[in-house]
């Protein structure tokens, strides 16, 4: 049974809405807070939802105000839903020491190791928790559920993508930590909520992934877009990694480089549109 | 001359440039930040130039961040260029008690009293020392310059525009004070800054101002959108005396209200556009 969310505010946008609540999570046994941007032809009859996961530090309205994806989700009738990255509610020590663990850095995983893992579960919270709630509260049509995000979130995208394949009919990210396993921001996160055991990294890392997943050429391709002048692109990133996964196993990837472009919202602005499209193809056909 | 001015950061967006820069005022006597969007045609020669004037509590960052407009003006070939909305290099007694006077609040005036008056010179900053700046620093044709902004900065672009028709040929505005010596903003601002007799509040008050233009029917224009669902209409805005003063003097305005759109950014965005194509039509003329 889904809980009862609260509506926190809610904002006319473009021709639809864009509404930010609060609910308890069983998951993460916490509140936990997300955004929904409804798009008018929400008013008709229900619509492809599509997720975003943000990145390090970020919450969930960095991408409804940042990323300008609004004007062009209203006119291709996709509701974007956008949770936050990591637990708030529950306190643990020494969870805001870092910027790149704990608060703000959930990774979009379930940790198993104390005292995380009784309440950094957002990889239950997105796939299992978040869909059901916004299934029983808005006019969503959970067969057509796509996911994309940003570096942390651009990994979650892709790992929650490639596990979940039937759920997940589209996939896309920007600049995403594509091999984590392989980086100092992953090494630690993965370290700290999961142990030392590499065996259990596995599922969730997107290149060590893709390596198994059945039937890879049927896709959909995934896209990626990723900027030149990034400053984490040589240490923490690795999308080529990921890439010479895909076409190891005939996965279909487009992966764009894009000159100039840095790390933040000013390049997932720039190409956002790309993305949408890109869902919207997917999950019409 | 212009004083030096120093790059803090500099990110592509679409196929400009979104940057931001320091420099020693001379006219705050302290260090002011500023921000300019520069579309790609800027590297073929040089552009309009539109001044963006934000509300109260924003900075030089805030349209760049949530307002969405470097699409188009990317494509419409308009530089953009967001001062920031009050020094912040000089701290002053007081002035950080309140969010709607001194930091983040200079109302766009020359403050007579002290101790504000030896830096709260944001009207001479931004008609003088800025546009300056930016004709030097910049390729920006400053023979075709306009200007708008939100709420203070509304009434910042209105004010500014009014009395200098000649160097901003375009103005509009989003949710603008637009009779500020009759609310409590206004009010509280001028007397602080300006004292308390009204007759000095007058070259600041969009709908005193508009009374006494010469070849009021000339215009152009001016595009103002508000919301109405906007929790300051009543209180603080009032727009209706703004579009009673035009009319009584034929200045052409044009007064948009908006069912259900509130204060903030995703109001902004929602018509961001039709702001840029406004000023981009009146300074390809």
Redesign the interface.
């Known amino acids: 049974m889904a809980s009862a969310i609260e509506m926190l505010s809610r904002?006319?946008?473009?021709s639809g809405a864009?509404g930010f609540y609060r609910h308890q999570a069983a998951t993460t046994a916490c509140a936990m807070r997300f955004a929904v941007f409804t798009p008018p032809a929400a008013e008709r009859g229900p619509v492809p939802v599509l997720y975003y996961l943000a990145g390090l530090t970020c919450n969930e309205e960095t991408f409804?105000?940042?990323a300008?994806a609004?004007?062009l989700a209203a006119e291709l009738g996709l509701m974007l839903v956008a949770p936050d990255t990591s637990p708030r509610g529950a306190p643990l020590p020494g969870d805001s020491e870092s910027w790149d663990f704990g608060v703000g850095a959930g990774f979009y995983l379930d940790a198993t190791e104390a005292p995380w893992s009784a309440h950094y579960r957002m990889y239950s919270y997105v796939t299992q928790e978040l869909p059901a709630l916004i299934g029983a509260s808005f006019p969503a049509d959970l067969k057509r559920q796509g996911i994309f995000g940003h570096s942390m979130g651009g990994h979650g995208a892709l790992t929650i993508g490639l596990r979940n394949r039937d759920r997940y009919r589209s996939i896309s990210a920007f600049a995403p930590i594509a091999a984590p396993s392989a980086c100092p921001w992953g090494q630690k996160a993965f370290s700290g909520y999961l142990g030392a055991d590499r065996a259990r990294w596995h599922d969730y890392d997107a290149t060590a992934l893709v390596l198994d997943v059945k039937d890879a050429k049927r896709g959909p391709r995934i896209l990626i877009d990723q900027?030149l002048?990034d400053q984490f692109l040589d240490s923490q990133l690795h999308p080529g990694r990921f890439e010479d996964a895909c076409a190891r196993v005939g996965f279909p990837l487009r992966l764009r480089r894009?000159e100039?472009?840095?790390h933040?919202?000013?390049?997932i602005?720039?190409f956002i549109d790309d993305h949408l499209r890109h869902h919207a193809q997917i999950l019409s056909s």
């Open positions: 904002h006319r946008c473009y864009v409804m105000i940042k300008g609004q004007r900027g002048a894009h100039g472009f840095d933040g919202y000013y390049f602005s720039s």
